[in-house]
């Protein structure tokens, strides 16, 4: 028998330990299932998906030990790969002769019995890896994609490490508004938006020839 640890809520502990595991996730290969981690000699990373999980799933986070028969059909790989349909005791196998299991899982195609549940512990809430692992130490991307609304101190941390360049001091820009020949390099450089008065641009040469013009 293989055994893995499944993460999820405190909250649908005793539903889990009740009815078993319900095949909600999506898997990458299709259909639908549970993704799990096989126990390792690591705790850390047995359960290295609980603080990356914590971003998804609100409140409390516990371990679900599970134990499945060796000849179960699953599919194992790390999350930014494809991953390979095999069998549990195999993806078990894998899993333990990688240099860096970090970032790898097994996906169950099916929901999990209550009696392959062999037991919930709870499990601390910051252990494992945030974002990718060795993200620690690097400059947290704060776009759109990497860091949803709602994620935990999402507003902190783009006010810290902005996605967006800091605005070019204004008299840079009039700067270069001076010297532009052309409309698209007016266009471009007011583009720029910038605090402050406009009255600056009340009047200035037309760069096609002629009278001054007001720029708009």
């Avoid at 405190?10 to 009815?19: D, I, K, L």
């Avoid at 991307?141 to 935990?152: A, E, F, L, Q, Y």
Wanted: with cysteine; net charge positive.
């Amino acid at each position: 028998m293989a055994e893995f640890v499944h993460v999820t809520t405190a909250a649908t502990a005793r539903r889990v330990a009740r009815s078993g595991i319900a095949a909600r996730s999506h898997g990458r290969a299709g259909g639908r299932g549970v993704y799990c981690m096989p126990v390792l000699p690591s705790y850390t990373l047995t359960h290295q998906w609980v603080r990356e999980l914590r971003r998804w799933k609100p409140g409390v986070l516990v371990a679900v030990r599970l134990r499945l028969p060796d000849d179960e059909p699953v599919t194992v790989g790390h999350y930014r790969a494809a991953p390979d349909e095999v069998v549990a005791a195999e993806a078990v196998a894998r899993i333990r002769g990688v240099a860096d299991p970090r970032g790898y899982e097994v996906f169950v195609p099916r929901a999990i019995r209550p009696g392959e549940v062999r037991g919930i512990r709870a499990v601390p809430q910051g252990v494992g890896w945030r974002y990718f692992p060795d993200a620690h130490g690097r400059r947290p991307c704060p776009c759109p994609s990497c860091m949803t609304r709602g994620d935990v101190k999402v507003a902190r941390l783009r006010r810290r490490f902005p996605h967006d360049p800091p605005p070019r001091p204004k008299a840079e820009l009039m700067g270069e508004l001076r010297a532009a020949a052309t409309a698209d390099e007016i266009v471009d450089v007011l583009g720029q938006r910038r605090r402050g008065g406009a009255e600056e641009l009340a009047a200035r040469p037309n760069p096609r020839g002629g009278a001054a013009e007001c720029d708009r």
